[in-house]
């Protein structure tokens, strides 16, 4: 029997397949990074891929994402014959990511949705990997009712469900848990929609000292959370801001002594936010793959209205959003979305309609819909 010297497992999160921004699909970015990580797994002679949640954007999740999913997991199940391991994350459609999981298994896919009594584990030469699903309170409660009492917070829960895999260790084997959590003190990202405000969410790592290893994923930033847990972070940078300066990687275990290190991903399109005056920003003296990536302006010295959007759309073909001055007021600043303006060419009071109704809960008046009007009138006599 042939034993593959190199016992390397890749780690990776929230994939978040089927992702927009700027209006459109990122699928030729994520297409990118599935490549880069098939030549890793090549590269590494990696035993298996673990992927720890969110592997999709959406529960439901769109016709061009399951294409993108389907052709990942055949390419490395098949292809390159190395298992892939998945669990459903909060943003997963738990049922849907685990249909036919017993028979996928038997090629090499393994994906658990949502959680079970039974414990669920991938057999590695010298590691058992765990699955650990995105779970509630509730949904603890329901698998173990005999628990009831004990659960009093999510950690509660946690421990509840990984007690439950510690029974089945077997001693001679190093464990590692995948898992989809937030833990306390964990650095967030624009892009971790779910990152909600408070503890009440939030557990402590020590509810997985039990484990040689914990790969998580969630929190989309990189990062240790001690020397035996770890957020893999992104394969590629989802929001501007301070996500920007993030150097997205795939994390490697050495299952042999529990080492790891990352490798850094290369993205297709660098994401940036550039400020600076109208003219300054038209001149656009930056290097070539900032100006054709994913592109933020704020502009600092004027309003930027439609006919301004559109010169500097010209220069920045992945023009996302751009920030300026107000009309009326110095010292406030208006966004405009490349996806706003895009719907505004067709009828710009079904847009003040729309976000009357999504952001104010209330229909424009007709004195509003008059003002804006003028405004918009305005806006296009800009002579920018
Ligand atoms: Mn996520």
């Not at 030729?28 to 990580?37: C, N």
Request: charged share 30%; hydrophobic share 35%; net charge negative.
């Amino acid at each position: 029997m042939y034993y593959n010297n190199d016992m390397k497992i890749i780690h990776t999160s929230d994939w978040h397949l089927g992702a927009a921004d700027g209006g459109r699909y990122l699928l030729e970015d994520q297409s990118h990074f599935i490549d880069e990580i098939c030549e890793i797994i090549k590269d590494e002679n990696a035993e298996a891929l673990m992927i720890a949640g969110d592997v999709y954007d959406r529960s439901v999740a769109s016709a061009e994402a399951i294409k993108l999913y389907d052709k990942a997991m055949t390419e490395i199940c098949l292809g390159l014959g190395v298992p892939v391991i998945i669990i459903a994350g909060n943003h997963d459609g738990a049922e849907r990511l685990e249909s036919c999981s017993n028979l996928l298994a038997s090629a090499n896919l393994h994906v658990a949705g949502s959680l079970q009594r039974e414990v669920r584990k991938v057999s590695l030469s010298d590691a058992d990997v765990y699955l650990l699903p995105w779970i509630t309170e509730e949904k603890v409660k329901s698998v173990f009712p005999e628990k009831k009492d004990e659960i009093k917070s999510i950690e509660d829960a946690y421990s509840v469900a990984v007690k439950n895999m510690e029974e089945d260790f077997d001693p001679s084997k190093k464990h590692i848990l995948l898992a989809h959590a937030f833990i306390t003190n964990s650095e967030t990202s624009t892009s971790d929609r779910a990152a909600v405000i408070g503890t009440a969410t939030q557990i402590s790592a020590k509810v997985f000292d039990a484990f040689d290893y914990t790969a998580l994923g969630h929190i989309h930033k990189p990062q240790d959370v001690n020397e035996k847990v770890r957020y893999s972070g992104t394969p590629m940078v989802y929001s501007f801001g301070k996500e920007e300066g993030q150097e997205k990687s795939v994390t490697i275990i050495d299952t042999k002594d529990m080492k790891r290190k990352t490798i850094p991903l290369h993205p297709l399109h660098k994401r940036s936010t550039l400020e600076g005056s109208f003219d300054e920003l038209i001149k656009a003296d930056y290097p070539e793959d900032v100006v054709n990536g994913y592109v933020k302006l704020r502009v600092t010295d004027r309003p930027v209205g439609m006919a301004g959007l559109s010169q500097l759309r010209e220069i920045y073909t992945n023009l996302f959003e751009c920030e300026s001055r107000s009309f009326d007021n110095a010292e406030s600043s208006i966004t405009l979305t490349v996806e706003e303006y895009e719907r505004m060419q067709t009828d710009p009071v079904k847009v003040l309609e729309s976000f009357c109704r999504e952001v104010c809960a209330e229909e424009p008046s007709e004195h509003l819909k008059k003002l804006f009007e003028d405004a918009v009138a305005m806006v296009e006599e800009d002579p920018a």
